[in-house]
């Protein structure tokens, strides 16, 4: 008898990867069967519709609730969630791509969002400030919009909070993205940088950083950190602080990073549309609240929530641009305006304030960091 070991690998190999051309053929016929339903549904909506007539974010969170309910590994929740995102944005798609506008140029961590939110079948359309992804929306030039509203470490993105006070667009959804940030240029010569453009938040959110290791180099904001990685392809003395991603679509080399001096760095994104949804089972509700000036206002705008047990989870004061010294509260509370703990909390509002707005009623993200 040989004493040479059975050669039993390559058949078993042999035989996994026969198992795993198997599935993947299932796999297809499956993704090609429910593209065919969600074609069904198209059609049930009738002729002549619009891509935005068929996109329902309420169901798509519910899809997504059920995937991480299913999901017992190897594979993680996230990759999971991201696999199911892109079936259902390929599906959406037959009709014709959603167009989704946000902050460019190309690179930027909104275009990001957009991306984790909607997948990659879609037609995006980036433009120069965060009022013309607004105005892109409100003017019917792009289905929906994502926009910055807040970061974990620099708080509110003003821009965005001061376009809700007078825009008729309602929030439909929202996006948390880790944020980490890179130093990028065109070499790979730290001491070289003599001036770093990023946008302003990504400055404050790399501030000891820069203190630390370019406390001389010139700080000088730009509206994206994609058009700072942009401007960093021109001089050698220049680098910029923006997403990894932004090194690739720029051909940048990275000096350092992540950056950010807190490892949690989160930014918050929200999706603007012209309509409220229906309730999908776990939401959010953003209002804009202001009242007369008098002594316990904001305790008299939050009490009626306290009273019927609605959660407040976060609140930001903006000036109304109405007259001096006066401020609009914009509150996000749990639950949806359908919800009967929120309307009864909404109609005991009117007495004390002089302006009830409800911003919109979403899905909570999924996979919130």
């Known amino acids: 008898m040989s004493d040479e070991p059975a050669q039993t690998a390559p058949l078993v190999l042999g035989e996994v990867r026969a198992r795993i051309d198997a599935i993947d053929r299932d796999i297809q016929r499956l993704i090609a069967e429910r593209a065919e339903f969600a074609r069904q549904v198209g059609e049930a909506k009738g002729p002549l519709k619009a891509a935005v007539d068929y996109y329902r974010p309420e169901r798509e969170a519910q899809v997504l609730r059920m995937v991480l309910e299913r999901n017992h590994g190897p594979l993680s929740n996230e990759e999971m969630v991201r696999l199911f995102r892109e079936i259902m944005s390929a599906c959406l798609a037959q009709q014709e791509p959603l167009k989704i506008a946000f902050l460019g140029p190309e690179g930027t961590f909104s275009q990001t969002a957009v991306h984790k939110h909607f997948g990659h079948s879609i037609h995006g359309l980036p433009v120069a400030s965060i009022d013309e992804v607004f105005q892109e929306v409100e003017a019917g030039h792009a289905d929906f919009g994502v926009v910055p509203v807040e970061n974990s470490t620099e708080g509110a993105v003003q821009p965005t909070m001061d376009m809700f006070l007078t825009s008729p667009l309602k929030i439909c959804g929202e996006v948390e993205l880790p944020i980490h940030h890179f130093l990028l240029a065109k070499h790979d010569n730290l001491q070289a940088v003599e001036r770093v453009f990023s946008h302003p938040q990504s400055l404050g959110q790399c501030r000891q950083w820069l203190r630390q290791n370019l406390p001389n180099a010139e700080r000088i904001p730009v509206s994206s950190n994609a058009e700072a990685a942009r401007r960093a392809r021109g001089a050698d003395d220049v680098a910029a602080i923006a997403g990894e991603s932004a090194a690739r679509v720029y051909d940048l080399k990275v000096l350092a990073g992540p950056i950010e001096d807190r490892p949690d760095n989160t930014s918050r994104f929200v999706v603007l549309g012209r309509d409220i949804f229906s309730p999908s089972g776990r939401d959010k509700t953003s209002l804009l609240l202001s009242g007369k000036d008098q002594p316990g206002l904001l305790f008299h705008l939050l009490e009626p929530l306290a009273r019927?047990?609605?959660?407040?989870?976060?609140?930001?004061?903006?000036?109304?641009r109405q007259g001096k010294w006066q401020y609009?509260?914009?509150?996000?509370?749990?639950?949806?305006?359908?919800?009967?703990?929120?309307?009864?909390?909404?109609?005991?509002?009117?007495?004390?304030?002089?302006?009830?707005?409800?911003?919109?009623?979403?899905?909570?993200?999924?996979?919130?960091?």
């Open 308 to 320: 019927n047990s609605v959660s407040m989870t976060r609140i930001e004061s903006r000036p109304t």
């Open 328 to 369: 609009a509260f914009f509150i996000d509370i749990e639950g949806h305006i359908e919800d009967p703990a929120v309307k009864q909390a909404l109609s005991e509002l009117g007495p004390v304030s002089d302006l009830i707005k409800v911003l919109g009623s979403y899905p909570v993200a999924v996979l919130a960091p």
